[in-house]
């Protein structure tokens, strides 16, 4: 049997298309619902606009109207990082698995509001979207530390690049740290996790800089950041991002 899934969010330069792919390359996903603001259709581009249209789904303009009328089993969002957590508490307590883009909520006391609502649901599972996962490089490098292949890992480097000042131009939630976690959370977050997933190890301590050279008038904005973290076994890791340039490595 199919897996329902509601699909909250559709904001521009998230990534709900995943979730659509996901749906129709899925023989055990089900894309059954819609949940976006009124207001999104002038907002993207022509071609994803068709993409909804022809998808003929049911769709809600409040995500509790679509949890009380459809019958789901997952709540997929893809919405602004600040008021993401919302959505996400909406689904555990309508008794939802959940899953979100990343990062899971830009805030602590968000994070925390979540956590307290997975507690007074402990057999629903909440996840995100870390699409590095399913790179088929990461997947041969974390079977190749797991198989000691490699020998003794003791040190790692990861690179986030992102041109933030593109065309069309990106949304201004983007360059406002409060509403995105900032460079780590919304950018480097796919780092931090690449490099818990290949290793295993958890991470202990962390050191680190930030700074903002394109927008300095915007004291919400960081483009570049580093930071030096000490796992366990006494292995380090170099992460690094920046929003300046499309360079991963």
């Not at 022809?54 to 602004?80: C, F, G, I, Q, W």
């Not at 198989?147 to 040190?155: E, F, K, L």
């Not at 780590?184 to 991470?203: C, F, K």
Request: proline residues 6%; hydrophobic residues 40%.
């Amino acid at each position: 049997m199919s897996l329902r899934v509601g699909l909250v969010g559709l904001e521009p330069f998230t990534h709900w298309p995943h979730y659509l792919h996901g749906a129709a390359t899925s023989s055990s996903v089900e894309l059954a619902a819609v949940c976006h603001r009124p207001e999104l259709m002038e907002e993207l581009p022509a071609d994803r606009v068709a993409l909804l249209t022809d998808l003929k789904l049911p769709t809600y303009h409040n995500v509790e109207d679509m949890l009380e009328n459809e019958r789901l089993d997952v709540l997929a969002a893809s919405t602004v990082p600040d008021v993401q957590g919302a959505a996400l508490i909406a689904g555990l307590e309508h008794g939802l698995h959940v899953v979100a883009d990343k990062p899971l909520v830009s805030q602590p006391e968000q994070l925390e509001q979540v956590k307290a609502a997975l507690k007074r649901h402990p057999a629903r599972r909440l996840s995100m979207l870390l699409t590095l996962r399913g790179d088929p490089v990461r997947r041969a490098a974390r079977s190749l530390v797991w198989a000691g292949a490699i020998g003794q890992v003791v040190a790692l480097h990861s690179r986030r690049a992102y041109e933030q000042e593109r065309q069309p131009p990106c949304p201004a939630w983007m360059f406002d740290e409060r509403r995105t976690g900032g460079p780590m959370g919304y950018a480097a977050v796919h780092s931090l996790d690449e490099v818990y997933w290949i290793t295993g190890l958890r991470y202990l301590e962390v050191v680190g800089y930030e700074a903002n050279h394109s927008r300095p008038e915007n004291r919400h904005f960081y483009d570049v950041s580093q930071h030096l973290y000490r796992l366990e076994n006494g292995v380090t890791a170099m992460i690094d991002t920046h929003l300046l340039a499309i360079a991963d490595s």
